[in-house]
């Protein structure tokens, strides 16, 4: 009981900040994981998959807020929370994708998006900010509502871009930071916030590795041995 007790104490510890405001232990882990997993992916590397999984979980505890916990003082912001629930899904299908490219004697190649697959990134994005907006502000969402949409759609295009292989998944997780960082900021959750600061600058390098890994890929080239049975036979038949 006290090894549960503890566990429980540590999973809703918190740290004093300055000007009254807390910081939750478990979204500083949370952001960590979150961390870990991106450089993984960067690095193409099948175990930054999972690794993510287990920053979302820890982080939809934290965006829920007070529907978890009626003493949690931060508000709610339903679109971090559900694209964890989405990151999850979709993490699950990245998983096999990287898995099964592994298994095939190597890792993904990345590669440029084809033009009606970016045009429909786009058009996803912004159609998808709009349709959501209303739904999240009857739910209950901070505000701005429309920049919590904005990050739970263009989140939700990255995550899937990356599992494709899409060079252009970075890109969209810039526009995703450019409005996140003041969300989270004037929301109160500081450690994502810094986090997302952080990751500005991360996929920006992260898009020039890839671009550079897709520059540098070899091209596949099918080799045909020769077939040991055939004997080569002399000029006269014999």
């Not at 990245?94 to 697959?117: E, F, H, M, V, Y």
């Amino acid at each position: 009981m006290d090894i549960l007790r503890w566990l429980v104490d540590a999973f809703n510890s918190q740290w004093a900040l300055p000007g009254g405001q807390s910081l939750l232990i478990r979204e500083v882990v949370g952001n960590v994981f979150g961390l870990a997993s991106a450089l993984g992916g960067m690095r193409r590397k099948v175990w930054a998959w999972p690794v993510g999984i287990v920053g979302n979980i820890l982080l939809l505890t934290v965006f829920l807020g007070s529907i978890l916990n009626p003493d949690h003082s931060l508000p709610n912001l339903l679109g971090q929370a559900g694209r964890q629930v989405m990151f999850i899904a979709v993490a699950i299908y990245g998983w096999i994708r990287w898995r099964q490219a592994k298994a095939d004697g190597g890792q993904l190649t990345p590669r440029w998006a084809p033009n009606s697959a970016r045009v429909g990134l786009v058009l996803a994005l912004v159609l998808g900010t709009i349709a959501l907006t209303p739904l999240f502000r009857v739910l209950g969402s901070y505000e701005p509502v429309w920049a919590d949409a904005w990050t739970f759609v263009g989140s939700l295009l990255a995550t899937y871009g990356m599992a494709k292989g899409w060079t252009e998944f970075w890109l969209i997780w810039i526009a995703v930071d450019v409005v996140g960082v003041p969300l989270l900021f004037s929301s109160g959750y500081y450690a994502t916030g810094f986090m997302y600061v952080f990751y500005g600058i991360f996929t920006a390098i992260g898009f020039v590795v890839w671009w550079r890994a897709h520059a540098n890929a070899k091209p596949k080239i099918e080799t045909i041995m020769p077939d040991p049975r055939v004997v080569k036979t002399s000029e006269n038949g014999r």
